[in-house]
């Protein structure tokens, strides 16, 4: 059974520090890696989508990495905002149709 | 309007009445989900639709039930639920095997009193 797992579960930084949120899953076998933002009482935005046959994807500000074989994902923040502020969702696509999440690691970017 | 819409935003229900979420999405997906998100827990798969017939059925208790008319819309039909049901539910839609990613709606917030 697949299990996302992130690290850290919150964190709190100044404005314009740089930051890495991880993921780590246990199932190496997946289709893709989703990383989603989530505002409180909301529904999930998505920030990358990495196939499982790539190593990284850049947004912007944002930059996720993959490595699949030992089921660790990066999610990397440049020159952090307060709208960055956010809970941020690591999702594995386990098997056909199968979204798999991890618990999240809540933001907080004080200006 | 595009992407995956959810109403309504916010649903006050007591445990002896019937009502219905929906979802409607316009991105061409074949496939839709329900996930329900409690506080503190990961997002819990519910159901999965792929071209209108539901593929999967994740243990979820019989007071929910989900109906797919089409592949653009999808609904969850709620009755005698109870207060330990209140949370966010969200639907979701992608296409096909997965490989362009789920997109979701922005979730309609449950409270069972």
């Known amino acids: 059974k697949q299990e996302v797992t992130q690290i850290p579960a919150a964190l709190s930084v100044p404005e314009g520090e740089n930051l890495v949120l991880n993921c780590s899953f246990t199932?190496?076998?997946?289709?893709?890696l989703q990383w989603f933002r989530q505002d409180p009482g909301k529904g999930l935005t998505s920030l990358l989508l990495i196939q499982s046959s790539q190593r990284e994807q850049t947004s912007g500000r944002l930059n996720a990495s993959l490595d699949k074989s030992s089921g660790r994902s990066t999610l990397y923040i440049a020159a952090s905002q307060p709208g960055d502020s956010a809970t941020y969702l690591c999702a594995v696509s386990s098997g056909f149709q199968k979204l798999v999440f991890g618990t999240g690691t809540r933001l907080l970017v004080s200006p | 309007e595009t992407g995956v819409t959810q109403t309504p935003r916010h649903l006050v229900m007591g445990m002896t009445n019937k009502k219905s979420l929906k979802c409607e999405q316009h991105l061409g997906h074949n496939a839709m989900y329900w996930y329900k998100q409690s506080a503190k827990k990961p997002l819990e798969l519910m159901f999965v639709y792929s071209l209108e017939e539901r593929v999967e059925n994740n243990s979820v208790p019989s007071r929910f039930s989900p109906e797919c008319p089409n592949s653009s819309h999808l609904f969850l039909h709620l009755h005698t639920l109870q207060p330990e049901d209140s949370a966010l539910y969200l639907c979701?839609?992608?296409?096909?095997?997965?490989?362009?990613?789920?997109?979701f709606g922005s979730g309609t917030r449950l409270t069972v009193v």
């Open positions: 979701a839609s992608s296409q096909g095997s997965s490989l362009g990613g789920y997109t």
């Open positions: 199932d190496s076998a997946i289709y893709n």
